[in-house]
Nanobody
Framework: QVQLVESGGGLVQAGGSLRLSCAVS????????MHWFRQAPGKEREFVAA????????AYADSVKGRFTISRDNVTNTVYLQMNSLKPEDTAVYYC?????????????WGQGTQVTVSS
């Protein structure tokens, strides 16, 4: 079983920054590709970013390219999402997810989510 716990969400003004963290409770953390998804009110959950198990490959949704950066620390079993130049349309619940490979439509393991609200 893989448990994921997100933190770092909150309220920020447009143009500001936040860094989300996801702590993974599994010693085989470095066997998993890690992801961030988000779901805004009334919308479907969407892919945001992903990073391979080694950190050598990343993928981003077009809407966040150049503004968000995903990274991971395989020593502390943590994945991060640095979010800069935030926009009101980035407001959503952000979910950390794990799978054996990078996926964009779903994942095997999910966290409980953390709320990000960007005010205009």
């Amino acid at each position: 079983q893989v448990q994921l716990v997100e933190s770092g969400g909150g309220l920020v003004q447009a143009g500001g920054s936040l860094r989300l963290s996801c702590a993974v409770s599994r010693r085989t953390f470095n066997s998993y590709a890690m992801h961030w998804f988000r779901q805004a009110p009334g919308k479907e959950r969407e892919f945001v970013a992903a990073i391979s198990w080694s950190g050598g490959r990343t993928a981003y949704a077009d809407s966040v390219k150049g503004r968000f950066t995903i990274s991971r620390d395989n020593v502390t079993n943590t994945v991060y999402l640095q979010m800069n130049s935030l926009k009101p349309e980035d407001t959503a619940v952000y979910y950390c997810a794990a799978d054996v490979a990078i996926v964009t439509m779903g994942a095997s393991y999910w966290g409980q989510g953390t709320q990000v609200t960007v005010s205009s």
